[in-house]
């Protein structure tokens, strides 16, 4: 068998000068930057002249990881520079996503002058209209699907319009470049922020988002930045710690708060100074738990149709929990899925998430849905869409029927062969000389064929597969124990796992039997 790297390099299809770029050291001198763009100069004039002027400036973001950060970024930012400004976090539930007419108006009478819009705005074409007529100016940073006009923005940093770089990029990336034009400098906190952004709205890691996320990870083990700590227990952060842990309790306050509460993280993730950090993160922690829960008991009770090509049910969740139910919906099923629930702020409405993978695109279902929908938006595997309650049987019956049409392909796991003996910390570090791991550049599996199972030692009720081969290395297995053994040999699929107890790490092929 060749050697581990080479297998991992004909996965990927890297050739060598590929495989010679993912294996460099990281570096931001290979992330394309902003500055000379006239986009970011016209942003740049309109902030000093807000500063000098003393004219009170307006962040507004948005409710969900990527908002937080890109927020919290400019935020900050201002806080490096001695100035003071304004940010909003809008209620998903009282304000719904993006600038409103009714905040636009708002904003007016408040007396700001300038309003900085981040992960939201570019479809905000008759808000910012409004706000231009009020004597407002607007800066827009964001990274969502633009509109055939374009709104009447003082700039617009779009990685669309800026035509920037080969593939999308999050608005905290946007955001955290933008940082760079207004401190003159790379502030390693703000990458790191921007580098969870990029993972937490699942920005295809290649390219410049794969070099921030290695140079933020790289920063986490330098600098233990408590808001990062503060959410993990773990001494070794990567970008699955990042993914599962991390993000999970960001988002679960956007979604789990009725009110504006979401604010405090801005302040968590911004403020120069520590005194509350520890005590937010505790609250944080709080509300992912009660978020975990709510998921779990919802998707146990629902009854979903196994012939259907797709699944549109109306759980009883808070609308900020649809998305996940719909993830762990579309995982289980495999089926382009839509969930809905009773809209908070009009009863006539339902408000939902929409999931897919390959073969079914999110955008193109809601453009052929349009007699039914009152909002809708997203990317081509995720997005969110209102309807009224009314039309809900009209609208499953056509979402269904595309589903049927373009059905979702499950493609066969391109697994990498291994020997038994390649499960060891050796193989582990190779394999992380590629990471980071995540869309489009996914974590490998790998296959061991044919191993005696009566070599095989699980744990102590028999439960599970829990089999040492020295050197703190095991194979472990949640989806079979000693009694679903039934047959000499076996064949297992798998991942490495770098784990970790009381300080002690050990690593573990995480597997399963090959399907036949």
Same mark, same amino acid.
């Given at each position: 068998?060749?050697?581990?790297?080479?297998?991992?390099?004909?996965?990927?299809?890297?050739?060598?000068? &590929?495989?010679?770029?993912?294996?460099?050291?990281?570096?931001?001198?290979?992330?394309?930057?902003?500055?000379?763009? !006239?986009?970011?100069?016209?942003?740049?004039?309109?902030?000093?002249?807000?500063?000098?002027?003393?004219?009170?400036?307006?962040?507004?973001?948005?409710?969900?990881? &990527?908002?937080?950060?890109?927020?919290?970024?400019?935020?900050?930012?201002?806080?490096?520079?001695?100035?003071?400004?304004?940010?909003?976090?809008?209620?998903?539930?009282?304000?719904?996503?993006?600038?409103?007419?009714? *905040?636009?108006?708002?904003?007016?009478?408040?007396?700001?002058?300038?309003?900085?819009?981040?992960?939201?705005?570019?479809?905000?074409?008759?808000?910012?209209?409004?706000?231009?007529?009020?004597?407002?100016?607007?800066?827009?940073? &964001?990274?969502?699907?633009?509109?055939?006009?374009?709104?009447?923005?003082?700039?617009?940093?779009?990685?669309?319009?800026?035509?920037?770089?080969?593939?999308?990029?999050?608005?905290?990336?946007?955001?955290?470049?933008?940082?760079?034009?207004?401190?003159?400098?790379?502030?390693?906190?703000?990458?790191?922020?921007?580098?969870?952004?990029?993972?937490?709205?699942?920005?295809?890691?290649?390219?410049? *988002?794969?070099?921030?996320?290695?140079?933020?990870?790289?920063?986490?083990?330098?600098? *233990?930045?408590?808001?990062? %700590?503060?959410?993990?227990?773990?001494?070794?952060?990567?970008?699955?710690?990042?993914?599962?842990?991390?993000?999970?309790?960001?988002?679960?306050?956007?979604?789990?708060?009725?009110?504006?509460?979401?604010?405090?993280?801005?302040?968590?993730? %911004?403020? /120069?100074?520590?005194?509350?950090?520890?005590?937010?993160?505790?609250?944080?922690?709080?509300? *992912?738990?009660?978020?975990?829960?709510?998921?779990?008991?919802?998707?146990?009770? /629902?009854?979903?149709?196994?012939?259907?090509?797709?699944?549109?049910?109306?759980?009883?969740?808070?609308?900020?929990?649809?998305?996940?139910?719909?993830?762990?919906?579309?995982?289980?099923?495999?089926?382009?899925?839509?969930?809905?629930?009773?809209?908070?702020?009009?009863?006539?409405?339902?408000?939902?998430?929409?999931?897919?993978?390959?073969?079914?695109?999110?955008?193109?279902?809601?453009?052929?849905?349009?007699?039914?929908?009152?909002?809708?938006?997203?990317?081509?595997?995720?997005?969110?869409?209102?309807?009224?309650?009314?039309?809900?049987?009209?609208?499953?019956?056509?979402?269904?029927?595309?589903?049927? @049409?373009?059905?979702?392909?499950?493609?066969?796991? !391109?697994?990498?062969?291994?020997?038994?003996?390649?499960?060891?910390?050796?193989?582990?570090?190779?394999?992380?000389?590629?990471?980071?791991?995540?869309?489009?550049?996914?974590?490998? @599996?790998?296959?061991?064929?044919?191993?005696?199972?009566?070599?095989?030692?699980?744990?102590? !009720?028999?439960?599970?597969? %829990?089999?040492?081969?020295?050197?703190?290395?095991?194979?472990?297995?949640?989806?079979?124990?000693?009694? !679903?053994?039934?047959?000499?040999?076996?064949?297992?699929?798998?991942?490495?796992?770098? %784990?970790?107890?009381?300080?002690?790490?050990?690593?573990?092929?995480?597997?399963?039997?090959? @399907? @036949?």
């Amino acid at each position: 068998m060749e050697e581990l790297l080479k297998r991992l390099q004909k996965h990927y299809g890297l050739s060598e000068e &590929d495989l010679a770029v993912y294996l460099r050291e990281p570096s931001f001198a290979y992330v394309p930057t902003i500055e000379g763009y !006239d986009a970011t100069k016209s942003a740049l004039r309109r902030i000093k002249d807000a500063l000098l002027s003393r004219e009170r400036i307006l962040i507004y973001g948005d409710y969900d990881t &990527d908002g937080i950060m890109a927020t919290s970024i400019l935020v900050r930012s201002f806080h490096l520079l001695r100035r003071n400004v304004s940010f909003f976090i809008p209620s998903r539930y009282k304000d719904g996503y993006g600038l409103s007419m009714e *905040n636009a108006k708002k904003i007016a009478d408040s007396g700001y002058k300038l309003l900085i819009c981040v992960d939201n705005g570019i479809a905000s074409v008759d808000e910012i209209s409004y706000l231009l007529s009020r004597g407002v100016n607007t800066i827009v940073i &964001d990274h969502h699907e633009p509109l055939a006009s374009l709104p009447p923005a003082t700039a617009i940093i779009h990685d669309d319009t800026l035509h920037y770089g080969v593939c999308p990029v999050s608005a905290g990336y946007l955001s955290f470049l933008f940082s760079i034009c207004l401190l003159g400098r790379v502030d390693d906190y703000l990458l790191t922020l921007g580098a969870i952004s990029t993972i937490s709205d699942m920005m295809p890691l290649k390219g410049h *988002n794969r070099e921030i996320v290695r140079l933020a990870l790289r920063n986490i083990k330098a600098n *233990n930045y408590p808001e990062i %700590s503060y959410l993990c227990d773990k001494s070794r952060i990567d970008e699955k710690t990042i993914s599962m842990e991390i993000i999970p309790k960001i988002n679960a306050v956007g979604r789990m708060e009725l009110e504006h509460k979401t604010n405090r993280l801005v302040h968590y993730f %911004s403020d /120069l100074e520590n005194t509350r950090k520890s005590e937010i993160a505790d609250w944080m922690n709080t509300v *992912n738990n009660a978020r975990k829960e709510a998921t779990k008991a919802a998707f146990d009770k /629902l009854e979903i149709n196994p012939v259907d090509a797709g699944i549109c049910v109306v759980g009883n969740l808070p609308e900020g929990l649809n998305g996940l139910l719909a993830n762990k919906l579309l995982n289980a099923y495999h089926k382009p899925t839509v969930v809905f629930s009773p809209s908070i702020a009009d009863p006539s409405v339902y408000t939902g998430s929409l999931r897919s993978s390959e073969g079914f695109n999110v955008m193109k279902a809601l453009d052929a849905l349009s007699p039914y929908v009152v909002k809708g938006g997203g990317h081509a595997f995720a997005g969110g869409v209102s309807i009224k309650k009314k039309d809900f049987p009209a609208f499953k019956e056509e979402f269904l029927r595309d589903a049927l @049409e373009f059905k979702m392909e499950k493609k066969e796991k !391109d697994l990498i062969p291994l020997s038994l003996s390649e499960v060891n910390l050796d193989s582990f570090r190779i394999i992380r000389s590629l990471a980071p791991y995540g869309m489009e550049f996914e974590e490998p @599996e790998f296959l061991i064929e044919n191993l005696p199972t009566d070599s095989f030692q699980y744990t102590r !009720d028999s439960r599970f597969l %829990s089999s040492p081969l020295g050197y703190g290395c095991k194979l472990l297995s949640f989806s079979f124990g000693k009694k !679903d053994v039934n047959k000499p040999r076996m064949s297992l699929v798998g991942k490495f796992c770098l %784990s970790e107890y009381k300080g002690k790490a050990s690593l573990d092929f995480v597997c399963a039997p090959k @399907e @036949e």
